[in-house]
């Protein structure tokens, strides 16, 4: 299994920046996938997640309003759109899936079999 980041760059605060995650090399669909995010000097931190049937999205309070995570079936392609980006959004942002969370542990980076290499985001004030 494959998991292709993009969309990562540069922006000043205020702006917006869409990353995407392709998941490649498949048996079955996976149940859930998200997205987490480390800056320097932090632990990473859950981000976003979505369950790929139903589409229930689930969110870091820290991000609540400003980011949306959707799916994309055909593409097996999950998308992080994020807006009003801040200062401290600045980080390496990480997709993951999970072929076993449910509700309970989907906020938790352990769920999570397989990793994307992660795309850098910067937020300048």
């Known amino acids: 299994v494959q998991l292709q980041a993009s969309g990562g760059g540069s922006v000043q605060a205020g702006g917006s920046l869409r990353l995407s995650c392709a998941a490649s090399?498949?048996?079955?669909?996976?149940?859930?996938m998200a997205w987490f995010r480390q800056a320097p000097g932090k632990a990473r931190e859950f981000v976003a997640a979505i369950k790929w049937n139903g589409g229930s999205t689930y969110y870091a309070d820290s991000v609540k309003g400003r980011i949306t995570i959707s799916r994309e079936n055909a593409k097996n392609t999950v998308y992080l759109q994020m807006n009003n980006l801040k200062p401290e959004d600045t980080a390496v942002y990480y997709c993951?899936?999970?072929?076993?969370?449910?509700?309970?542990?989907?906020?938790?980076?352990?769920?999570?079999?397989?990793w994307g290499r992660g795309t850098q985001v910067t937020v300048s004030s």
């Open positions: 090399g498949l048996t079955n669909r996976p149940n859930a």
């Open positions: 993951a899936s999970s072929s076993g969370a449910i509700t309970s542990t989907i906020r938790l980076s352990q769920t999570y079999g397989y």
